[in-house]
């Protein structure tokens, strides 16, 4: 193994400035997370404990999924929207124990907790700092490598179905629309399943105190957050706060069955998401974009507009270097936009992936 560099060599502002960029060969280690398996250091994620006999009906309440269903051993995600509708946080859910373990994006995890503890009024739920770390345990070996764990390997997401525009009263079962099984790990912490693409994700969210031997057991290579983040581009996933703005809709970014239930009452920003699902037609979409590389070899970083015939359509979030792609970015431009249509995100030419 060569030696490890942060993303904070690159960016000292960034949020994911405290964990490795890579440690040595980026290439290779996108590579084993494709073929193989590595652990990925995503210890930088906010993580909080919510207890209470009212835990799960106070996030019901106030975010985008059902969650007064969620039993003992399932997660699933959600979201915090604006009045208006648009994506303020994400929030990766567990229920274990009598615990709701909620991890966040990193930086994010004050400002959500400033809002959580505004709105518990009278609530009976308590809200504090977890001691746990999350890794990911990434690739098609990855589920063999868990299995060192002495555990049993957590089934695939359940995943229910969209429902189209004006569907009908009932489509959707009172639960929440993804489903993430979770195994609890004998030294504390616990296991969740989930996916880029093909690929098996396991997150193990383990106690800062014992991570490093637990890792140790897998006996896996470890891999860098650009190896990570360069398959989950490639899968079409978007990270909010990354490939969003302050103005994205769960829908422009294929957030709906993830992580919101259009059949479970009022939250705020619930009226913009019924709407903009029952006309059909969000103003944006998330789309995979094709670099060319001739130009320039610097990717374009987040936020660099995207052009076509001199005209802003919208903006690139994640970018990066595919070990079989080439350079990618993910994208928000505007829905109309074909895929036969000439843009440039700065100084790259850049074209939607047809599939």
């Not at 930086?107 to 959500?112: E, N, P, Q």
């Not at 802003?312 to 993910?330: C, D, Y």
Request: net charge negative.
């Amino acid at each position: 193994m060569g030696t490890t560099v942060l993303m904070g060599h690159f960016d000292p502002d960034s949020a994911d400035a405290a964990v490795a960029a890579h440690h040595g060969d980026p290439n290779r280690e996108q590579r084993t997370l494709l073929t193989a398996a590595g652990i990925v250091d995503r210890s930088h994620r906010g993580v909080l404990a919510l207890t209470g006999p009212d835990r799960l009906s106070f996030l019901h309440n106030l975010t985008s999924q059902h969650l007064t269903a969620l039993a003992d051993g399932q997660g699933t995600r959600t979201l915090v929207l604006s009045p208006h509708g648009h994506i303020e946080h994400e929030l990766w859910v567990s229920e274990l124990d009598g615990t709701l373990w909620v991890d966040v994006e990193p930086g994010t995890v004050d400002t959500l907790v400033t809002f959580l503890t505004r709105m518990r009024f009278f609530t009976q739920v308590e809200i504090k700092p977890a001691d746990l770390v999350v890794h990911s345990l990434t690739g098609p070996g990855a589920l063999a490598a868990a299995a060192k764990l002495g555990i049993a390997v957590p089934a695939e997401p359940d995943v229910l179905d969209v429902p189209g525009p004006k569907f009908a009263t009932g489509a959707l079962p009172p639960r929440p629309t993804t489903v993430y099984a979770l195994t609890p790990l004998p030294g504390g912490g616990f296991v969740r399943r989930h996916s880029l693409g093909d690929l098996p994700v396991l997150d193990l969210l383990l106690p800062a105190g014992t991570a490093a031997a637990t890792l140790a057991t897998l006996d896996v290579p470890p891999a860098g957050l650009w190896a990570y983040e360069s398959v989950r581009a490639a899968a079409k996933q978007a990270r909010v706060g990354v490939d969003t703005d302050h103005r994205t809709l769960p829908s422009e970014v294929d957030l709906t069955a993830a992580a919101v239930h259009l059949e479970k009452g009022c939250y705020r920003g619930q009226e913009t998401v019924a709407r903009v699902h029952h006309l059909g037609k969000p103003p944006r979409a998330l789309r995979l974009l094709h670099l060319d590389g001739i130009a320039t070899d610097e990717l374009p970083v987040r936020g660099t507009e995207i052009t076509a015939n001199g005209r802003t359509v919208g903006f690139v979030g994640t970018s990066a270097r595919h070990a079989e792609l080439g350079p990618i970015a993910l994208a928000v431009v505007k829905r109309n936009i074909s895929g036969d249509t000439p843009l440039t995100a700065g100084e790259s030419s850049a074209s939607i992936d047809p599939d």
